[in-house]
Structure formats: C-alpha cells, structure tokens
C-alpha cells in the first residue's frame, strides 16, 4: 500500500477491495465519478495482458459522454484485479456504487 499511497495521487486511488488473500485496487478521478454519477448506462470492459503478475486484470467502467456536439465513450473508473471469481466482480463492481449513487441499476 505504501507504493500506492506515495506514486498516485489519494484523488485517483479509492478503494482496495479484498477477496481473501486476492487484492482489487479501484481508480478513479473526481471529474470521472462525476461523469459516471450522470452517465445512464455503464459498460464494463475487462483487459488481461496489460496488469502485472499478482494480478489478473484491468477491469474498467466505461459511459459515453457529450462534450457539444461530439460524443465519445470514455473510462471512467479502472480496477486491478487480482482475481476472477463471481466474488471478485460482485465486489469490484458494487464497490463504485458507494461513489456514484445510481438512479436505476440494471443488467443488460
């Protein structure tokens, strides 16, 4: 945790989340958890080869955001996961909605 605390920034680095022994550390900017509290739909991405042994994944949050006339799909809330169990996912992603109070929470 030291590393964590001394090389990112406390308003990007959120939460860690701990499944046993595996490990979730949760990413995100206030600007973001804002764009994420407005956004209607969330749409998850995983990503493998990208994290480092220890962990097992980048996991993201992704919503389209407009910005005038141009809209984009961005990330909005990143998660390393040291695991992949139902568990894990429950909790990595449950965890953002103590961030980003959602008006309607469904599953497409």
């Known amino acids: 945790m030291a590393f964590i605390n001394e090389k990112i920034s406390s308003s990007f680095f959120r939460a ?6 595996r490990r979730h550390l949760i990413f995100a900017t206030d600007q973001q958890l ?4 407005k956004a209607k739909t969330w749409y998850i991405d995983g990503t493998f080869k990208v994290v480092r042994q220890r962990f ?3 996991l993201s949050i992704h919503s389209f955001v407009r910005s005038g006339d141009d809209m984009k799909q961005l990330p909005l809330l990143f998660a390393v996961m040291a695991g992949k169990t ?4 429950t909790q990595v992603i449950v965890l953002p909605l103590q961030f980003v109070p959602l008006r309607i929470f469904t599953y497409a």
């Open 86 to 89: 139902s568990e894990d996912y």
């Open 56 to 58: 097992y994944q980048l």
């Open 34 to 37: 804002q764009l994420l509290k």
């Open 16 to 21: 860690e989340v701990r499944n046993g022994e």
